[in-house]
């Protein structure tokens, strides 16, 4: 599970707004997240074991609302 991050306090922390549909911009492009340097969304911020670095690249699945996988991403920790 990810930490809980402020909004108020990190402008990049995730803000869950519920599910996204497939033609959903996240962040918003008026957003501090959306117009800073990176571009490429919130922070969301996960603590993992120290086992995972001996498997890279860590996958991270994302499931659709019926918790089928997806998407994923290749994590180089």
């Known amino acids: 599970m990810p930490f809980d991050l ?3 306090i990190n402008t990049f922390a995730w803000n869950p707004t ?3 549909n497939p033609d ?3 962040p918003d492009v008026s957003s501090v997240a959306g117009t800073g340097p ?3 969304g919130g922070e ?3 603590k993992i074991k120290d086992s995972v670095y001996q498997n890279r690249p ?3 699945e994302i499931l ?3 918790g089928k996988p997806a998407a994923s991403v290749d994590l180089d920790l």
């Open 44 to 46: 969301l911020l996960f």
């Open 58 to 60: 860590l996958v991270f």
């Open 38 to 40: 990176v571009r490429q």
């Open 6 to 8: 402020d909004p108020q």
């Open 18 to 20: 519920g599910l996204l």
């Open 24 to 26: 959903f911009v996240y």
């Open 64 to 66: 659709d609302a019926a």
